[in-house]
């Protein structure tokens, strides 16, 4: 029994309401049926898990979907208009469209006339002249990006412009170690057995790459980047560091694809690219089990990196010996994992694949392809918002899960500040001398705070060896930092109390000259209206408690809802309902990673947590 009550304690304190509260025992069972899902979290320990380890997350970048496209070797599609369309928009089997790939990746291994741009990919190496070949190829007017171009343009005509330019990638050939017969820069001979030769090679045709992609003044295409089009690093060995290093000083991006446990793939950053994707190298083989695409994802989750969606024409249900349920494992494995939530994705599709779909005439590929489009377009939005990030975090409580630090601390609110969060939460009481302190629960060491004088509050040690906190020490301390203060009132024994705080605290407030940085919540109605009826007006105050809807809010004339992160969930349409009526969105108390992802690409103005810093750091990503 004792062990179940210290959970509930547990739980109750994570829930941000305090035990007085929960002596309304309809209250509590009120809102315990769904949060016991909360509650068996905790028992089983998974923030304490996430709040001591580095975040393990897929990798983000501004490109979302990108279509690799082989391109330039003479055994290759020309990429024309007509080639290109199904990859640019897709059209729904009633008809509808919309636009799909937001990137896509040109590149080449060979040129098909028996030179390589690889290691192995050919029985000869591509020298200069070849390299200058594929350039030509690349920007050949009316097909590739030429092509892509246009397409884009005609497109525009028909459905109106995208909320998002489109971007290119371009692969880099390799300048392959001990080759000797590349040919010569500026008279200088190139000797690819010394890296200083391999990277002066790779820079002359990026360079050149990105002159004459300035030079052909593209309408609707932004070059995002450079490919790495060796799958491995076992001949490059760290070529590609310095590489890295140019490019992002022409503020482009350095992209890798490597295959399943390709050498080097989990040091992929100090191999200096800025994402790779974790290629499954499911669809291929029969004899490889779906299972690869669980590791995979998790691979990819382990390592930071994005991922590969992979099928080819094989995928067409009418094929030979048709692959069309791997590729339908894909989409259900992706999901399963949150793929299309949270991570950029890569899509090889073969030398065709979707124009293959696209013209096929059984429904059953327009059915798997609509499915999948779908999941893409309808990402947009949440994928934007994930790398916007425009969530702005508070501290629960100051950031007190550091050293030197207390909950409702003053040493909680400059940490707070010193990590730049934009707000700092705190609770509020009124004292027996209707002094205001700060404290979460109702009793501190044994005294009921409403009924005990500051005075003697006053004394009482926090964790950190502080004192309990008055207000009015609390404001002059904020007076100086720049941070946010969101006050909590802590609902009172009677409507008069919380009546006669409200007044304190704005009093208080526009003395300090700090009305523009408090900003107010409460679980207690009275002093939510009260602070509505004498806060200046657009001071924000934002209820906790979830039996209040958005409208309703609205209606009191509350500025936004400051509800608990399963209480969104119950009622998915609330966060909708509180943009539509432009309030403030907050969540409380979200300290796991995924579950702040999750409120991230929803777009949340703002999000509560103990752990600011792992925030801070997916919004770094
Ligand atoms: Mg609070």
Redesign the pocket.
Known sequence: MSVLLLFICVYINNL?ITISEMNNLTTFFKVFPYNILLFVCLVSGTNGVYSQSAPKEYMTTDIQDLALIYQGGVHRLDWTVDQIQPYVVHQYADGRKDWLFDGFLFLEFKDGKGYGYGSRYDKNDARKTEWLWLLDRIFEEGKSLSALDQCIENQIKEIGKPDFKHKVVIGLPEALPGQKDWGEINGKKMDFSKEEDQIQATYWYIDLLMKRFKKEKYKHLDLAGFYWVSEDVETCKDLTIPLGKYIRSLDKKFYWIPYWQAKGFERWKELGFDIAYQQPNHFFSASVPDKRLEDACMSAHEHNMGMEFEFDEKALYDAKESSYNRLKAYIDYFEKNNVFEESAITYYSGFSGFLDMAKSTNPKDHAIMDRLAKLIIDRRGRYKNLLENKTKVIA??GFWKTQGSAQNSIAALVKADSIRCYGT?F?VWLASDDKLVLN?DDVYDGHKIETTSSEVLRTLRLSNGETMPMLEAFLDRAKKLKIKLIL?LKPHSSPERETKAVELILNMVKKKGLTKRVEYISFSRHAIKEFVRLAPSNTPVLYLGQDISPKELFEMKATGADYNYWAYHKNPLWLQELKDLKMISNVWTVNNPQEMLWCIRRGFDLLTTDEPVIFQRLKKK
Do not use: A, L
Request: aromatic residues 0%; hydrophobic residues 0%.
């Open positions: 941000n629960h409580r939460e609770d979460h909590e």
